[in-house]
């Protein structure tokens, strides 16, 4: 981005998604409702290629663990957890939420087999805006993380959680999150878009960090939604690395906020978040009609983006043209930058710069 004008791409601009195909391995990723591990209970996710179980122990503490006993390679989750320590089903070995080994119930006495020195792998694990984010780095800790665990920034009076399976490569998922252009197309909703029409776009980015921001008055959009707010409402859409889209809504003192979020769970599956928070009590009676339009709009890029997925596996080129897919090849920029900062054991230094986009959506 700068102030000059942005060159356009041509078809010359032909990007070889393999480069960079793996999602950032060390980045905070949401895996699911805070809740969802409420009560003692743990549960199992995929994450970028790796099982994981996670949990909140007796005194609160959340873990998140890998998966996989030790012994002969068990799920965890099958087994049983206490609140304290989790037990294999298969031979019984019980392991604490710091991934320590506490006990081998097979031992005889006189056995000195010695299991202390025996752990499961420990993932670092935090709840925020509601939801548990997990980063599965395994190298070296003291590589800066990608803080991209977003806050909500008001008390919400409700909010709406969807959870949608794709199955298509988290890049390909990630860029729908910042590509304007599929937006006419494919989420072609009366309640979303009033007009049918394609009008000419005019808006301004800039850097935050990891990632960038777009800030415009919602009175210059056709949703209806929107207009729902009523007053001129502020909308601001951000994208931070690894795959978080955060679009805030205010109109004067009310509040809304639709969270976005993209995991890795393994090649060519990924798992998209969508939760939707407003400050306005009035608003939890639309709870029952807002849910299956949320589903509806989730399930208009799950369906699209596994076709174009079927058409990346038999050729995975992509051509980035014009302006309205900068915001894509930023998305590239960025990622080179997180790794090649990584690599180079430096801070990362956002390269977008200032800068205004047009497009027909
Ligand atoms: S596989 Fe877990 S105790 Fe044997
Ligand atoms: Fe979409």
Request: proline content about 8%; some cysteine.
């Amino acid at each position: 981005m700068s102030s000059a004008a942005p060159r356009a791409s041509t078809p010359d601009d032909v990007l070889d998604p393999r480069a960079m195909r793996e999602p950032l391995p060390n980045a905070w990723y949401c895996v699911g409702p805070a809740a969802s591990v409420a009560g003692g209970k743990m549960r199992a996710v995929a994450l970028n290629g790796e099982q994981v179980v996670l949990g909140r122990a007796k005194d609160g503490a959340l873990f998140a663990l890998r998966d996989r006993c030790p012994h002969r390679g068990m799920a965890l989750s099958k087994g049983k957890f206490d609140g304290d320590t989790l037990m294999c089903p298969f031979h019984g070995w019980r392991f604490g939420t710091d991934g320590r080994c506490r006990d081998v119930p097979t031992l005889s006495e006189h056995d000195a087999s010695d299991f202390s020195c025996i752990a499961v792998q420990r993932f670092p694990i935090v709840e925020s805006a509601g939801f548990l984010w997990v980063n599965p780095h395994l190298g070296p800790s003291d590589l800066e993380a990608v803080p991209a665990v977003p806050s909500l920034g008001f008390e919400p009076a409700g909010s709406l959680v969807l959870e949608l399976e794709v199955e298509a490569s988290f890049d390909l998922t990630t860029l729908s999150l910042v590509d304007p252009g599929h937006v006419a197309f494919v989420h072609d909703n009366w309640w979303f878009r009033a007009s049918k029409e394609l009008r000419e776009k005019v808006k301004t980015f800039q850097p935050v960090p990891h990632g960038f921001v777009m800030t415009s008055h919602a009175t210059t959009t056709s949703s209806p939604l929107y207009r729902l707010l009523g007053g001129a409402p502020e909308v601001e859409i951000e994208f931070r690395l690894p795959g978080v889209r955060l679009e805030r809504i205010a109109a004067g003192t009310k509040r809304v906020a639709n969270y976005t979020f993209a995991t890795p769970m393994g090649p060519n599956r990924t798992m998209l978040t969508n939760a939707l928070y407003w400050s306005m009590p009035a608003l939890n009676l639309l709870k029952p009609i807002a849910r299956p339009l949320m589903r509806q709009f989730l399930t208009q890029d799950q369906q699209v983006l596994q076709h174009a997925q079927a058409g990346l596996d038999r050729k995975p080129t992509m051509v980035l043209l014009g302006q309205g897919d900068l915001p894509s090849q930023w998305y590239f920029r960025l990622k080179r930058e997180t790794l090649e900062a990584a690599r180079e054991g430096r801070p990362f230094a956002n390269p977008l710069v200032r800068q205004e986009l047009r497009w027909r959506s």
